[in-house]
């Protein structure tokens, strides 16, 4: 029986394969020294996916964008103002 080089668990389990190209067998082992894949061999297609793609170590925090108004600046009177230039007409 064949075994993921990945994971190490059987590839007839149900689970989706592929079979490695160069570039697959390139990127897994530059992901890793300790894996050694070959092309020809099969890998889950979900271990290749999670191994091979950059992970994100910590969610990106989106703060609110503040908004600025032009109308809600001191200095601003929409008749005695430019829009365009911000100069007095």
Known sequence: MEKCCICENELNDGQPISILTHRGVERI??????????????????CSKDFTRPRKSD???????????????????????????????
Request: proline share 4%; charged share 20%; hydrophobic share 30%.
């Open 29 to 46: 082992n530059r992901s890793n020294d300790e894996i050694h894949a070959e092309i020809g061999k099969g890998v889950h297609q979900k």
């Open 59 to 89: 969610p990106v925090q989106y703060q609110e964008a503040k908004v600025n108004l032009r109308s809600a600046t001191p200095t601003y009177n929409a008749k005695g103002h430019c829009i365009f230039l911000w100069t007095r007409s």
